[in-house]
DNA sequence: TCCTGTAATATGTCGGAGTAATTGAGAGAG
DNA sequence: CTCTCTCAATTACTCCGACATATTACAGGA
């Protein structure tokens, strides 16, 4: 499906001889910048309080148009990461004022070596949440969320979780979970977690083979949700947390 | 060069009683855009799928530059809200994409009436998230902690949650707790929807009197907190939170 | 110490050139 | 005759750079 081919030379003849920014095919110019700003703050490279000066030396320097440049600040201003204000530069807001649970703010987090503690974070708060919303699907689940999730695991089951397959229908059970809750807050606050932990599992697969068979333990959610156990199905997810826990640190930490 | 364009330069020389965005002192110009299109897309003036089309269109409607107009469409593009692609205009994206949790979507949730429904989503996760926050204080916290959290209490205490200075001590209690999770995740979600939970707090003041003084239960979460008692710090909080609830829920729809 | 002026920097505006995707018309196959 | 595929024109976003304005940090004087 993804097979588009790079647009054959952009406005820009000259080769990229410097730090300019790699822009993708889908990607708008302005985005591509704010991800390379992203991840440069989300690494530590730029620290709270830091002052990215220069609105017109940084275009330049990035051999981009201020616009662009100054769409992607807005970006940021809008995730909360920066704040800018006239004659003091654009500034880099504490870290408890960035949006973390923004999806491409934790895809930034995640695009280099990810901080320990933060993926600890990110895990302590899954393992709240999740098992809560699993109570919620069993009380609330009908007919037809039963079936999406019988058939995701099926599928699950059929390809493993090497394949790209196997991934996509273990997304497609936990989004079913979460579809059954009925709760959008919620529902979105895990599709964000879930995308970074996304992330880690391919983090994971890049180490080693998974070190247990997953479809047990997903089968025992499904069960409970689907007899309406809501105290199980809780400790089910919870289970099921832990352990991609315990994998992604042992892959992590050494 | 100056006389081939003889319209008004200054373009707020006229006064605009039109559809011009309002503009507060502090806000910039695409902010103000920002809020006006935001909250209009919350409110469901703009539902899902729906086409902003026309940027020279709206830019001219709102007597803005399209510069203007685009930033604020960056904004509401890193919040999810909408998606703009060449020729088919900006769409407003299917609600699951929204960033229900970032600050400022939620302030625009609430910028008008409410939906009852998402306010009820709001609570449940609330009821989810904080007890588990006040069990990780309970295990985490340090004697700073305990210190700003007596602290607080004692100035909520001498002004009621009726005066703006007892709404700023609710607010360090409350942070001082998220704080002694150690969790920055945990910390920036519990921000966010407290945020928003701020608002129902003055929507319900401007209703009616507190129904009942809430210092006492507070007293309780943090005397628990102190004694590093984690089960009964959780237990507290919930009925914290299970009393705000009520009381919103009753102060807004019945 | 306080005030005031100035310079530096971000903010807002404008119009135009470039690029990408939708749309529908036309050609060809069944 | 109908269906599908291709392709080009249209249309709307994307990016640019120069200009004008507003705000404010900072320094120098009263």
Redesign the pocket.
Known sequence: MGQ?RP??????AENGDSAKVA?G????????IAHKLGTAILSGQYAPGD?????????EEL?????????A?QVL?AKGLVE???????RVLPRTRWNLLDPEVLGWAFAGEPDIQFVRDLFELRAIVEPAAARLAAQRRDKNDIKIMKDALAAMRRHTLATELGRAADRDFHNAILNATRNDALQVLSASIGSAVNWTTQYKQRARALPRNPIPDHVRVFDAIAAGDAAAAAEAMGVLVDLALEDTASAMGG
């Open positions: 588009d647009s054959t030379t952009a406005h820009a822009r095919p889908g990607r708008r110019l302005h985005g591509a002052v990215l000066s220069g609105e017109v030396a940084f275009a051999d981009v148009s201020r616009s662009a440049y100054r769409e600040i201003t800018s204000r006239p004659k003091a530069g654009t």
